[in-house]
């Protein structure tokens, strides 16, 4: 038993270590635009999206960047506007 709660509290500390501290404004369900039109505007933008989903208000995106790097971002479900965790910085563009 010992063993599980270990198990459940580290994967829960590993999840919340990787997603930082990071949410959204409440937007509203009918303002909220489709995660698919997400999807369809990264893949224009060069990304490579495995999964879309929600979290904490944001719409969360695993995949490849438009430079093929491995990438977990977040982006406001109204705007499409990318949010960063707390602490951390877009990379300058090259």
Same mark, same amino acid.
């Given at each position: 038993?010992?063993?599980?709660?270990?198990?459940?509290?580290?994967?829960?500390?590993?999840?919340?270590?990787?997603?930082?501290? *990071?949410?959204?404004?409440?937007?509203?369900? &009918? &303002?909220?635009?489709?995660?698919?039109?997400?999807?369809?505007?990264?893949?224009?933008?060069?990304?490579? *999206?495995?999964?879309?989903?929600?979290?904490?208000?944001?719409?969360?995106?695993?995949?490849?960047?438009?430079?093929?790097?491995?990438?977990?971002?977040?982006?406001?479900?109204?705007?499409?506007?990318? *949010?960063?965790? &707390?602490? &951390?910085?877009?990379?300058?563009?090259?």
């Amino acid at each position: 038993m010992k063993l599980i709660a270990s198990l459940v509290l580290a994967t829960l500390a590993s999840t919340a270590f990787a997603h930082g501290n *990071v949410s959204c404004p409440a937007v509203p369900k &009918e &303002e909220k635009k489709p995660q698919m039109e997400l999807q369809k505007k990264l893949e224009g933008e060069g990304w490579k *999206v495995r999964k879309v989903q929600n979290y904490n208000g944001c719409y969360e995106v695993y995949g490849f960047d438009g430079q093929g790097k491995k990438a977990e971002a977040f982006f406001n479900p109204k705007t499409f506007e990318r *949010v960063y965790p &707390e602490g &951390e910085q877009p990379e300058a563009k090259k």
